[in-house]
């Protein structure tokens, strides 16, 4: 036994040894990273990248770009978008280099200390940590643009920026003059977008922070005071529910300076959460009275993601899961808490719009009311977990696959933010409304937020059952890692709220969802689990051609089974892998019904106390 332990050790040291060959030691661990960034030729979308890195030791070096960014839990290949990539000794000489896998380049010193990288970055879209440059201007979201020295992600980190002429910066990072800027470390460099334009700008201050509005709009160039004038409104909601733990009386909120990012662009959308500050896209302009799919008016919608990014401030870029710090940007990283970072960061983002006067009470409940008729009917729930949801963040989002996830999946943001009512509520009753979720919140921020290392999943279990007086193991046990039905009505009850469920039997049902082929015609997209369609023997990708004979477009299939009732048989003409066929389809009645929430009309003296304190309503 000896004999074999000492041939593993020496084993060991070998192996040490090569690791340690293969890839560089920093030798001077706090010499910054000094970075470059140049523009040219903006109709190529090339920007021009380069690393300046100084006190190595080694026969190697390795330069990564990352496989993905924080906030979006999917593999981006970034790798995908560098070209020209160089390496240079001090004295100008080249480099040779190799790279080990799709992200990482390594370069050999050949006996040199330091080394100049250089590589461009196509950049032509605008979208969640993505980088695009054109005449219009450049947006930079840093995994998507910079590299990164592996294990070197600690160094401070310089940059400087070639401005092109008219053009300014807004970004979070700390400006040391008008185009150079520096960072902590490469997660707060990465952390840190940069819009590049002729932005236009406004700023308030609110408890010892400047906050910046920055508005790169191309649509139409509508005036955004007003919007500026409700963001003001958000922040002032917001920054006080954590200013005891998170703050000073100086300066209530974890930063001096933060930055709103909106630009105002054709067919985008989204926004992202960062350390001290958001971006986000809007493809309708300011003054736009338009509403989106769900029936929520552009300008609500905007002030909702708004409230959700800013509050991302506190929950997840401060309060995290463990697993998600310090970032390894070279693998997928799970956690079955995501529903606590994006779902109760949904629940505290519209909830904010209510405690801020910018809509009303009924309003927040309609959209509520929305929210769980859309989640009760997603045939997932009997699939996955709200933690089984937030494990698999990572399940591909490749469009060219054809996926069953539409009926295996469902949204953690939804269902994180359905279940926060539900443990506010319990909370506020068995408090006699003396704690609530907020206060949850606080508790997590002060046990886990940054720099501590963040929460695994059983931490949040014990604080909210300190919080609540009540140990919540079995409700998470049951709702959150488990699948039962949420049980909403005695919940919201402890709110004064009533739980209406309506279903309509009159209507018929088909279980089945279309979309247009490329030639125009109705395609079915997804048939239910146990719904007509599927007992029909409907296909996803059929194509349907006629009901009862009579030939229909997509936009008048509602017209063609609306006039039936549940029980009648519909002729279905269609063509499936080249073959025409005839199926007959025996309607049903929608089993999912629509919920209404409602202030009850006889609350009781307790449930008035928890539903004004809650929605903010002195």
């Known amino acids: 036994m000896k004999r074999i332990l000492g041939r593993l050790f020496v084993a060991a ?11 560089t030691v920093v030798r001077a661990a706090d010499a910054p990273l000094r970075y470059e960034l140049k523009f040219e030729a903006p109709n190529t979308h090339l920007m021009d990248v380069t690393i300046h890195a100084t006190g190595l030791d080694g026969k190697s070096v390795d330069f990564a770009i990352p496989d993905w960014a924080p906030g979006s839990y999917y593999i981006e290949n970034y790798w995908m978008y560098v070209q020209g990539f160089h390496a240079m000794a001090a004295d100008g000489s080249a480099l040779k280099w190799r790279k080990t896998d799709e992200q990482t380049w390594r370069i050999d010193l050949n006996r040199s200390t330091s080394v100049t990288v250089s590589y461009q970055l196509y950049g032509n879209t605008l979208a969640n940590n993505r980088a695009q440059y054109n005449e219009k201007h450049a947006f930079i979201g840093g995994p998507a643009v910079w590299m990164y020295l592996v294990n070197g992600k600690e160094r401070p980190i310089e940059l400087s920026i070639a401005v092109p002429s008219g053009w300014k910066v807004a970004t979070g990072m700390t400006r040391t003059d008008e185009n150079h800027f520096t960072a ?40 955004f005071t007003k919007f500026t004038g409700d963001v003001q409104k958000i922040v002032q909601t917001l920054v006080p529910m954590f200013a005891n733990v998170a703050g000073t009386p100086q300066q209530q909120a ?25 971006q986000i896209n809007f493809r309708e302009d300011w003054d736009s009275v338009a509403s989106t799919e769900r029936g929520i008016p552009q300008h609500q919608l905007k002030l909702y993601v708004t409230a959700h990014e800013f ?97 295996e999946n469902y949204s953690y943001y939804d269902g994180g933010q359905i279940v926060g009512h539900l443990l506010d509520f319990a909370i506020r009753e068995k408090t006699n409304n003396n704690k609530s979720l ?46 039962e039905p949420l049980p909403y009505d005695t919940y919201f009850a402890y709110a004064g709220i009533t739980v209406e469920k309506k279903g309509d039997t009159t209507k018929p049902w088909t279980g089945f969802s279309t979309s247009k082929s490329d030639d125009g015609r109705a395609k079915i997209s997804n ?9 029909a023997g409907l296909s996803k990708d059929d194509v349907l051609i006629a009901i009862d004979d009579r030939s229909i477009s997509p936009d008048d299939l509602s017209n063609a089974i609306d006039p039936h009732k549940p029980g009648d048989t519909v002729k279905i003409s269609l063509i499936r892998l080249g073959e025409f066929r005839n199926i ?3 309607l049903g009645s929608n089993p999912y019904p629509t919920y209404h929430l409602k202030p009850a009309e006889n609350p009781t003296d307790p449930q008035k106390q928890i539903y004004k304190s809650w929605l903010g309503i002195k």
């Open 438 to 483: 907020d206060d949850w919140m606080r508790l997590m921020y002060s046990r886990y937020a940054l720099p501590k290392p963040g929460f695994e999943p059983e931490d949040a279990i014990k604080a909210i059952s300190e919080i609540g007086g009540m140990d919540f193991t079995d409700f998470f046990h049951r709702y959150i890692s488990g699948k």
């Open 184 to 223: 902590a470390s490469y997660d707060w460099f990465a952390d840190a977008p940069l819009e590049i334009s002729n932005f236009k700008e406004q700023t308030f201050d609110f408890a010892g922070t400047k906050y910046h509005v920055i508005d790169h709009d191309i649509v139409g160039g509508d005036d």
């Open 584 to 586: 007959n389809l025996t």
């Open 254 to 278: 974890p930063f001096k300076d933060y930055w709103f990012i909106f630009h105002i662009w054709p067919n985008t959308g989204g926004g992202l959460e960062h350390l001290n500050s958001t």
């Open 13 to 23: 040291v070998a192996l040490a040894g090569l690791a340690l060959n293969a890839a």
């Open 311 to 407: 509050f991302h401030a506190w929950n997840v870029k401060r309060i995290r899961p463990r697993p998600l710090g310090p970032f390894d940007y070279s693998r997928q990283v799970h956690t079955p808490s995501l529903w606590i970072s994006e779902g109760l960061t949904s629940y505290y983002g519209s909830l904010a719009l209510v405690r801020a006067g910018l809509i009303s009470p009924q309003e927040y409940l309609d959209f509520i009311s929305k929210l769980i008729t859309k989640f009760e009917q997603e045939p997932g729930r009997k699939e996955r977990s709200i933690e089984d949801t937030s494990w698999d963040t990572w399940l591909v989002r490749n469009p060219n696959l054809d996926t069953n996830l539409t009926n």
């Open 527 to 535: 048939v239910l689990p146990g719904s007509p369609a599927e007992a």
